[in-house]
Structure formats: C-alpha cells, structure tokens
C-alpha cells in the first residue's frame, strides 16, 4: 500500500484523486515511530478512549463535547468503523508502545483534493501531556501524505488560547499563515482561529537538517 502514490499528475481529475483516497483509507496503513504505532482505531480501544474523551481539559479547545458516557464512546467508535470501510475517515489511533494503550488520535479533519492540501487534527490524553508524542506522530503522518499521498500544504488550525496546540505546529515546522477572527461558534461562543501551514517543499528542506 505504502508504495502506490497518490498521483496528482492531472489537477482537474477530482474523481481518480478520490478512488485513490479511498482505497488508502479504507485499508489505512500502520504506521510507526520510536515509541508509537499508529493504527486504526477498533473496537477494543473504548475504555481508553473515553478516559481522554470524558476529559474537560482534553476537550476545551476541540469542537465536539466531552463524552458523557462509555456507551457514547463505544457508539462513536462503531460509527467510525463505518467511514474508515467507506474510506471517508481519515484519523490514526496512536498507541504507545510501552503500554499499548490507545493515547490519542491524529489525522486530517479535512481534505481538498482541488487544492493537494489536507487539515491535520489530534487529541492527546492528559496523562501523556509533555512527552513529545503528539509532534513525534504528527510528523510521521505530515511524511506519510507527502510522500504518499502527494499533498502539496497541510494546515492546522487552532481556537485562541490553545497554546499546546500551537507548540505541536511549531515544532513540526508549521508556521503562521492567517488568522480569523471570531470565526468558529464552538459551544458557548465566537472562537478566534489561527491557521499554521507548511509546503512539501519546506517539510523536505527541514528533513534534510536532521
């Protein structure tokens, strides 16, 4: 799988970009770095799951509310396996490696096949907060969709205030690209988003440093 590139020889064929984004996904690839395995997310991975979903301080600067129950998150993860068969759901399970616990997520929320670009998102359990996993996965996903899903930018976004969340960008080389204003109503009010991209071109020339 890993050795099929995503051909984006031809701009305007949406369709064969779209048969070939779906195969990827609907089989998503493991993945692995030094202390993760990326995954897809199962059906054994509720309980942990929902110990980082039920979590306020996990969920503040995320769109969607805490998880009020197991039972919601088993549901969540049913569904989830419906789009990744479909080839509509983009998110790898992080596991790390010491414990073989499902730790988070990290994928695209997003992506324009018009444009080669795709929007990266990720959760972190709190108890894993400060050990560097979130950049060491996000990288290794950033080099996945280069490489081999032929994304010319990806972008991140996150609400004013997320300060973690703009670290994790920064130290994978992402830098500030825009800012919108009182963009985003997320539960109890307008949210102030700010966009961090970075090319193809720049994540290779900050490969090349290390």
């Given at each position: 799988?890993?050795?099929?590139?995503?051909?984006?020889?031809?701009?305007?064929?949406?369709?064969?970009?779209?048969?070939?984004?779906?195969?990827?996904?609907?089989?998503?690839?493991?993945l692995?770095?030094?202390?993760?395995?990326?995954?897809r997310?199962?059906?054994?991975?509720?309980?942990?799951?929902?110990?980082?979903?039920?979590?306020?301080?996990?969920?503040?600067?995320?769109v969607?509310?805490?998880?009020?129950?197991?039972?919601?998150?088993?549901?969540?993860?049913?569904?989830?396996?419906?789009?990744y068969?479909?080839?509509?759901?983009?998110d790898?399970g992080?596991v790390?490696?010491?414990?073989?616990?499902l730790?988070?997520?990290?994928?695209?929320?997003?992506?324009d096949?018009?444009?080669?670009?795709?929007?990266?998102?990720?959760?972190?359990?709190?108890?894993?907060?400060?050990?560097?996993?979130?950049?060491?996965?996000?990288?290794c996903?950033?080099?996945?969709?280069?490489?081999?899903?032929?994304?010319?930018?990806?972008?991140?976004?996150?609400?004013?205030?997320?300060?973690?969340?703009?670290?994790?960008?920064?130290?994978?080389?992402?830098?500030?690209?825009?800012?919108?204003h009182?963009?985003?109503?997320?539960?109890?009010?307008?949210?102030?988003?700010?966009?961090?991209?970075?090319?193809?071109?720049?994540?290779?020339?900050?490969?090349?440093?290390?």
């Amino acid at each position: 799988m890993l050795g099929r590139i995503f051909s984006f020889l031809k701009k305007d064929d949406k369709s064969a970009k779209l048969a070939n984004l779906k195969e990827i996904f609907s089989n998503i690839p493991k993945l692995e770095t030094k202390r993760l395995v990326l995954r897809r997310i199962e059906d054994g991975d509720t309980l942990d799951m929902f110990e980082y979903s039920a979590d306020l301080d996990v969920t503040q600067y995320l769109v969607w509310k805490p998880h009020a129950t197991v039972a919601e998150t088993r549901d969540h993860i049913a569904q989830l396996q419906k789009k990744y068969d479909n080839g509509q759901f983009y998110d790898w399970g992080m596991v790390y490696k010491e414990d073989g616990r499902l730790v988070g997520t990290c994928g695209f929320t997003s992506i324009d096949l018009g444009k080669n670009l795709g929007e990266v998102g990720y959760v972190l359990s709190k108890k894993y907060w400060g050990k560097g996993l979130m950049p060491e996965a996000l990288e290794c996903i950033m080099d996945f969709a280069f490489r081999h899903l032929g994304f010319d930018v990806i972008e991140g976004r996150f609400m004013d205030g997320n300060a973690k969340s703009k670290k994790v960008m920064e130290k994978v080389g992402m830098a500030y690209a825009k800012t919108a204003h009182r963009s985003l109503y997320v539960r109890d009010g307008f949210k102030t988003v700010y966009t961090y991209s970075i090319t193809r071109e720049d994540f290779e020339k900050r490969k090349k440093k290390y």
